[in-house]
């Protein structure tokens, strides 16, 4: 299980650490003993090239890897490069380059999304957070909201929507669940990646 053509099987899981270390290394580990090689920073199974920014660095990743686990939690993380976030910026890879992908997110990021449709901008502001000033803390960034609603494919008509589904957890035990579901069946996954290489990426 977890091998192609001789080889393991590369799966990235995505670059959402802080305050969330202990959980990233269960799910790598989860996916190693299941044979898979994990790249994930966090866990330095990432190549480093010193002459490269982070951000290059965690993109090369996405382009080696053959499939991609993101999860989209309420903290977007200081990993950030100007206006653009490693995390996200990983995610919008995977996608671009058609990789296999699967999504955890948390739950208080979708409660959070259902919240604020709920509130109206006033009449002058363009955007809901121009009235409501959220200052930088460890708990929650509405920009994470951004990522969720990109990963759902918010802005693509309901009826042509595809790929866009998210797993919504709360506890460990939840997001294992969804892991073991989707990557403890080898015929499961090397169909998805037959289909791929057929498809040739389209």
Request: charged share 25%.
């Amino acid at each position: 299980m977890g091998k192609s053509n001789n080889r393991k099987i590369k799966i990235m899981v995505g670059s959402t650490v802080y305050g969330f270390e202990d959980q990233i290394s269960t799910i790598a580990a989860q996916l190693i003993s299941m044979g898979y090689e994990v790249l994930n920073s966090h866990t330095g199974t990432i190549k480093v090239n010193p002459k490269l920014s982070n951000l290059e660095n965690c993109l090369n990743a996405v382009d080696e890897c053959d499939m991609f686990l993101g999860i989209i939690r309420p903290y977007y993380g200081s990993g950030n490069i100007g206006e653009r976030n490693i995390t996200f910026e990983e995610i919008k890879r995977a996608i671009e380059l058609k990789k296999p992908y699967w999504f955890l997110v948390h739950r208080d990021v979708v409660f959070a999304r259902q919240l604020f449709k709920k509130m109206k901008a006033r009449e002058n502001s363009k955007k809901l957070f121009d009235v409501i000033d959220i200052k930088p803390n460890n708990l929650f960034d509405y920009r994470c909201i951004d990522v969720y609603e990109y990963v759902i494919k918010q802005r693509v008509p309901t009826e042509l929507r595809n790929g866009n589904w998210a797993q919504e957890f709360y506890r460990l035990d939840e997001a294992m669940t969804y892991v073991n579901t989707q990557f403890s069946d080898g015929e499961f996954v090397m169909n998805i990646l037959k289909q791929k290489e057929a498809d040739n990426g389209k």
